[in-house]
């Protein structure tokens, strides 16, 4: 493959096909992971900020954005899958990988799982071993009486092209793969930074936001391939549109840490 020439086109993957948007170029290659039922779009300011001294590959996972529809398309395991699909059309080996919410525990995961592949995973204000303990019916009930109005969310970048049952499934599993993902992030073997974010969500209040990252800080003690990158005054919702020069910072962090150790 020509690394200095840019590509954008669908990679199959089981029942669907994954819109993805490979930049090219010779520099350091960062994979963007999303947000639960966003698109690639929300990366553009991060992206604009590294510019062309890295190689960006951005998609849109099942369901979501221009990708396909899929029957999977609320499995996390199907999206930790997807990630090596990708990286394997695109035929990178060690990517960076930089998760915002959703996107960081299919980051941790897959690097997890994979461990030599990896240059280094940058969590975005996600990613945190926290049980969220959520009631299974109030959310599907919840996700029911948003069903008018996902056509257009979909369209907005705010909801998958999925039924309002996956919405809520993919909500339900995401709880329990945070309570479990401590385990996940003492194996970890890569450097892994943190942009945390301060402040509510949509789906959370601010207490509740604040008892989810505070869980990151056991986790800082026990694994030194863990650190904190910063401490952003924007919330969840806000982090990549208003602190990107953050994120862009802890990817330039762990590429400089690559060149280091290769140098």
């Known amino acids: ?3 200095s020439s840019f590509w954008a086109g669908m990679v199959p ?16 290659c960062v994979m963007y992971l999303n947000g639960q039922f966003a698109s690639r779009a929300y ?5 604009a900020e590294l510019g062309g001294d890295f190689r960006h590959i951005t998609y849109d996972m099942r369901g979501r954005g221009r990708s396909r ?12 899958r997807d990630v090596g699909a990708v990286l394997a059309a695109r035929g990178v080996e060690r990517p960076l990988l930089a998760g915002w919410s959703y996107g960081a525990p ?10 030599g592949r990896v240059l280094g995973v940058v969590c975005v204000d996600g990613g945190y071993p926290y049980d969220f303990s959520y009631a299974e019916e109030r959310i599907r009930r919840l996700w029911r009486r948003s069903a008018p109005l996902l056509p257009l969310l979909a369209v907005l970048g705010m909801a ?16 329990d793969v945070c309570a479990a993902l401590g385990p996940v992030l003492d194996e970890v073997t890569c450097p892994v930074r943190y942009v945390v974010a301060t402040g509510g969500n949509l789906g959370g209040g601010r207490d509740e936001m ?36 953050a994120v862009a910072a802890a990817v330039r962090e762990l590429a400089a840490a690559r060149d280091r150790d290769t140098g």
């Open 43 to 47: 990366w553009r300011r991060v992206i």
């Open 210 to 245: 604040e008892r989810m990252r505070a869980t990151l800080g056991p986790v800082l003690a026990r694994n030194p391939n863990v650190r904190m990158s910063a401490r952003v005054a924007s919330n969840h919702s806000r982090i990549l549109r208003e602190d990107f020069r």
């Open 69 to 80: 529809r899929s029957a999977s398309a609320a499995s996390f395991e199907a999206h930790v």
């Open 13 to 28: 993957v089981d029942d669907s096909a994954l819109a993805v948007t490979d930049s090219g170029g010779a520099g350091p």
């Open 1 to 3: 493959m020509d690394d």
């Open 106 to 115: 299919v980051a941790l995961h897959w690097a997890a799982r994979n461990p």
């Open 160 to 175: 998958g092209r999925m039924s309002a049952d996956q919405h809520a499934q993919s909500n339900i599993e995401l709880s």
